[in-house]
């Protein structure tokens, strides 16, 4: 299994909590009416926007390097990953087909995804006769290279294709910022996408002041999640240039995990892309008396129930004295700004009240 596919599978973390956001919040969002001449709605949620929408031609360099041009903004949008489509309903836009519609609505609770939205299949592998019989303007991808075998599939199809860097470990805030600007640019909603980015930086800032104003014991701290493999609880511990070992530093904290960036991943180190290694129970023992904290996916194969059972686990500094935290389920490990500030939360929740 890929580890963009593991990202998908496991790095769902943090849960439905309370947030308040003057974006789109948990868009409640009228159905899609994804017929081929339906028009697409923007979402209830975002019925008090009065931000204004473009409609002159697009041209963008995406995020693989290739020119997209558009006569207009995109208006029917078909999004193959979860992050870009939490994005395209955070600037008040309703896609017209999604990947895996399943799992976004069980790993990403920051944006619901509204009834009649067509689920083309997996996000790797889509169902491109679904996907095209929805008569999108624009598909919305992921991709780390312009020879992407999807993408270059896609590209033979004659409709335009948007190519998102979904993650950069030398910076993944700045990377998250740039994909959800891209998507504002190829919809006509960049002055929606600069008010959510503003009101990001501030909660980011209002964050920082919260934890700052109170002691913590430890700043040293690994985040992480896993999985259960061939009977065994796999860990995949966030290292330096993972998203939310990126948050916690924003936040004052100090990243235990020190393994290096490997751009060949698989020799001991950290992924260029996401930031994340591979180890196991005993391997959290590397991190001495930090503070952990662990997402818990609330799936019946969740890897958490094994974990706690570990004499190991439970002889681990943290857990002993009280700092192993699981953070709820339901908000995307690798999501958009609205995604993001559910996890600044959960971090502040944990460090200001523990």
Known sequence: MTLATRLAATAATLAAIAVTVTACGTTDVDSAGTGPSAVVPSSQGCADDTTKTSTG???????????????KPAQRVAVLEWQQTEDLLTLCRTPVAVADSKGYGTYVKAESLPQGVVDVGQRGEPDLDALYATNPDLIIVEAFKADDELLVKLQQRGVPVLATLGADASGQIKNMKNV?????????????AEQVLRQFDQHLAEAKQKVAAVPVKTTNFLFFDGWIEGGNVVIRPYGKGALFTELGEQLGLTPAWTDEIDKTYGNGGVDPAYGLAQTDIEGLTAVGSATLFYSDDDTPDSYVAELRKSPIWTSLPAVKEGR???????????????????????????????
């Open 180 to 192: 959800f600007s891209m998507i504002a640019t190829a919809v006509g909603r960049t002055e929606r």
């Open 324 to 354: 192993a935290y699981a953070f709820p389920a339901g908000v995307w490990g690798a999501g958009g700004p609205l995604s993001n500030e559910q996890a600044i939360d959960a971090y502040v929740n944990i460090l200001t009240k523990g």
């Open 57 to 71: 031609p697009v041209s963008l360099t995406d995020g693989v390097g290739r020119k997209v041009e558009l006569a």
